[in-house]
């Protein structure tokens, strides 16, 4: 079964980079919608991006619209979500999730059946 990995986050600063990536382990991730979800203490966990099967479609919540980008690498087996302008409330544990032949494009966390195991974004001065 496909297995997701995310790495790239880290401690930045309010106005810094991070740009998170996930991966299959031992598999492709071709084939798959994935979707980015975020989750900070005390609070429910947040769709902010996803990206169809074939990459052609892409949208963001809008609390992160305009300052972070999610594209896919297939030759790379990855989906990446470049963040940018990052700010105190972006705080959180960023997870990626994926469903095999999702056509469209989701940000509800309940049409992924695949979970990464997530990576801390912490955003502070």
């Known amino acids: 079964q496909l297995q997701l990995v995310e790495s790239g986050g880290g401690l930045v600063q309010p106005g810094g980079s991070l740009r998170l990536s996930c991966a299959a382990s031992e598999s492709t991730l071709n084939g798959y919608g994935i979707g980015w979800f975020r989750q900070a203490p005390g609070k429910e966990r947040e769709g902010i991006s996803c990206?169809?099967?074939?990459?052609?479609?892409?949208n963001y919540a809008d609390s992160v619209k305009g300052r972070f980008t999610i594209s896919r690498d297939n030759a790379k087996n990855t989906v990446y979500l470049q963040m940018n302008s990052l700010k105190p409330e972006d705080t959180a544990v960023y997870y990626c999730?994926?469903?095999?032949?999702?056509?469209?494009?989701?940000?509800?966390?309940?049409?992924?059946?695949?979970w990464g195991q997530g990576t801390q974004v912490t955003v502070s001065s």
């Open positions: 999730a994926a469903r095999r032949q999702l056509v469209m494009c989701a940000m509800t966390d309940y049409v992924y059946n695949l």
């Open positions: 990206i169809s099967t074939s990459g052609g479609i892409t």
